[in-house]
């Protein structure tokens, strides 16, 4: 027999709405969130606390960590240097040798680690795999044997993407994300880098990224701070936009001298949940879409960040455009570094 459904009128879900539109939205989240699963007491609390809206997101970002990066090298005879950065290599955000933020899925790729060290694989022959499987999964799958190390590196992308997917519909759902920090996020990433891997050895190509990522680690400084690396790609944040804004654009115009690789940066600012070192909503996927829109050498940036520091830099208007998972149009600014002063 089917269960009863739940009256959410009476249970008092729909008090102090008074406009139509706005209790219709509340009954259709609540009849949503009923089919998914939770329950009535997990929806009276979520009312009372105004998070309703958040409830898949909270489900989604459910882990149970219980393992710091000192715990895993005592379990695996691995070192914490190595596995931060293996976990740098594998996209994930960089946290502290002691902070207990890592699971047993974590504890089993790092075991796997382990054996496949003690089997002959160099560490940076590893780590250059590890970037590769994490970046391309289709292209390295079929040169690998070790197929539960790839499904948990598939598990990890895919839950960033449903992260990313539940912060976003909650905020389209709510308009705003309880507990939320004002924070500006930029993406640099190399221009080209599917192409460079059908040209360059891959060893070579691991040399590239390796060098990527150092340029972006010794470019970051606070308040600025490196949040990962995505294979050819690193993200960045700042609580302000100015030093982001400084830090990318000195990153993107060094790289011109470089011979092969060409970078390009996009940046936006709003309002993110902070979730294990990693940031999850609006100003994250927008940042990251600006970065696939500028073109070779360019940084672009939203109008919240223009608007902060509009007299710093040198602003173009790029025009209105409309990127997947974002919502409404946003304007789009070009931003280039001011032209010295030529007057004696």
Known sequence: MSPVAIDFEAEGLLDGLTEERGRAARLELLRTLERDGFSLEELRHATAEGRLALLPVERVLADEPRYSQTDIAELTGLDV????????ALGEPAIGPTDKLLTEEDLELSRGAAALLAAGLGREQFLDL???????????????????????????????????????????????????????????????????????????????????????????????????????????????????????????????????LLLRGGIASGEA????????????????????????????????????????????????????????????????PTEPDASP
Request: hydrophobic share 40%; aromatic share 6%; proline share 6%.
């Open 81 to 88: 240097p190595f596995l931060a950065d293996a976990r740098r």
């Open 130 to 260: 590890t970037r590769l499987m994490s970046q391309a999964m289709g292209n390295v799958a079929a040169g690998l044997m070790s197929t539960p190390t790839l499904g948990h590196m598939l598990n990890l992308r895919m839950r960033d993407v449903l992260r990313n997917a539940a912060v976003g519909e909650a905020e389209l759902r709510s308009g705003h994300l309880p507990g939320a920090q004002a924070i500006s996020v930029a993406f640099v990433d190399i221009v080209g880098f599917t192409r460079l891997g059908e040209q360059v050895p891959p060893e070579d190509l691991g040399e590239l990224v390796r060098r990527f990522e150092r340029s972006v680690e010794q470019a970051t400084e606070p308040p600025v701070r490196l949040v990962k690396t995505i294979g050819d790609a690193a993200m960045l944040v700042a609580p302000q936009p100015k030093p982001l804004v400084d830090t990318v654009l000195g990153l993107v115009e060094s790289s011109r001298d470089g011979e092969q």
């Open 273 to 336: 949940l902070s979730r294990g070192g990693d940031w999850y909503g609006r100003p994250v996927n927008l940042a990251s879409r600006l970065t696939s829109f500028a073109r070779r050498g360019s940084v672009v940036a939203s109008k919240d960040v223009h608007d902060a520091v509009p007299d710093d830099y040198a602003w173009s208007f790029a025009g209105n455009r409309r990127f997947k998972g974002v919502g409404d149009e946003v304007p789009v600014y070009r931003v280039r």
